[in-house]
């Protein structure tokens, strides 16, 4: 989830410790070891984890995404052309549908989806709806090049969702304008076309860039730069579990909590802010595990080469991820209205110091076995 407010501390902060760590990977293994292939500038050594990670967690995880939206425009078009409450029902659920992988993929946002902005483009929240609706009242003609010309503000998940569902999750078929369903249909296209490219980045390359599948599993190869050795892809697999840990503890939870104000909840209009925090951390879960039942893979997880070295560590983080889950289920729906609500208030911060435990097992236990 890119948070557009968010830009000092959270994600950023995690970003950028990460690329300082793996610069330093990186000069260690230059410096002591040029030997070639299977070099590692820490105790992390299986590749087939890396691999893995690529092939079972990632690429699918991403694929499922693209077929989602693929789902969510055809089920737009279908609204647009026939405008029945039926029609609309199946599109918002198909919204919700594509949100899963897409929040389940966020325990990884690295490489392409980074790169190339497509997290931006595809999640930038909060959204302004004074914004949307001077998009509305405009005359403009909201074609698919306009609409991919308007600003990440103005397009991606939250300008379809709320859109769909109206700013209370009250909107009705007959509710919509001629020019809302330009607006969606446009807007549904653009985000069908960033996923189905962010997939594309991964498994064949976009914009004559190599297949970023090739870059990360083949991680302390001869001539890989990007992953020198096994340890910093490692890394960078466990940092980015760190990051979107912050990102949901401190916020996706803590912002607009702390502020008492449901502008900044995320998904707030679909009322799915809780349903996309379990699968962040899902994403963790999915990543560590090797598993993403969604898209029906399975490989050698991180859980496999922790539990060889400390079998204690993996049996905590294990215990920990389930219990940040657990936790958010306690909060009640919607999120929106559980931050004002008094009696909600010691499940909420139940919820992020469980993430936040998470997290500092992650950095500061995880990380340094992978660096030893």
């Known amino acids: 989830m890119f948070l557009t407010l ?47 990670y690529a092939d079972e ?24 052309a026939d405008t029945t409450d039926g029609n609309l029902a199946t599109a918002q659920q198909a919204w919700r549908d594509t949100r899963l992988p897409w929040e389940q993929s966020e325990g990884f946002l690295f490489g392409p989806v980074d790169s190339f902005g497509y997290d931006p483009a595809l999640d930038s929240w909060p959204v302004n709806k004074t914004d949307l609706d001077a998009v509305l009242a405009d005359s403009d003609d909201l074609t698919v090049d306009y609409v991919r010309n308007l600003g990440e503000g103005l397009q991606g998940f939250h300008t379809v969702e709320y859109l769909l569902f109206g700013a209370a999750n009250d909107k009705d078929a007959a509710d919509f304008t001629a020019r809302e369903l330009q607006y969606l249909t446009s807007s549904t296209t653009v985000l069908a076309e960033i996923a189905a490219n962010l997939a594309t980045s991964w498994t064949e390359g976009i914009d004559d860039s190599a297949p970023y599948r090739d870059t990360f599993a083949t991680a302390g190869q001869d001539g890989n730069t990007a992953y020198p050795s096994y340890s910093s892809a490692a890394q960078e697999i466990v940092l980015a579990m760190v990051g979107i840990c912050d990102e949901v503890a401190n916020g996706k939870i803590a912002d607009p909590y702390d502020a008492g104000d449901v502008t900044l909840v995320e998904s707030q209009f679909s009322f799915n802010s809780l349903t996309d925090f379990k699968s962040n951390i899902t994403s963790i ?23 060889s070295v400390d079998s204690d560590l993996d049996d905590t983080i294990q215990t920990q991820i389930q219990a940040a889950i657990d936790a958010l289920d306690e909060i009640a729906e919607p999120f929106r209205d559980s931050i004002t609500d008094p009696d909600q208030a010691a499940n909420i911060e139940a919820a992020q110091e469980a993430i936040n435990t998470l997290a500092n ?9 992978i660096q030893e």
């Open 57 to 80: 967690v990632i690429v699918p995880t991403y694929q499922w995404l693209a077929d989602e939206a693929a789902n969510l425009l055809d089920a737009v078009d279908a609204l647009d």
């Open 361 to 369: 097992t992650l950095q500061d236990e995880l990380v340094p076995l």
């Open 285 to 307: 879960q999915n990543g560590y595990m090797g598993d993403v039942a969604g898209a029906g893979t399975s490989g050698k997880g991180m859980n496999e080469w922790v539990a």
């Open 6 to 52: 968010k830009t000092a501390t959270g994600r950023g902060m995690i970003f950028l410790l990460a690329a300082l760590m793996l610069t330093a990977i990186a000069a260690c293994s230059t410096d002591d070891d040029d030997s070639g292939a299977g070099s590692s500038s820490g105790s992390f050594d299986d590749e087939d984890v890396i691999a893995d």
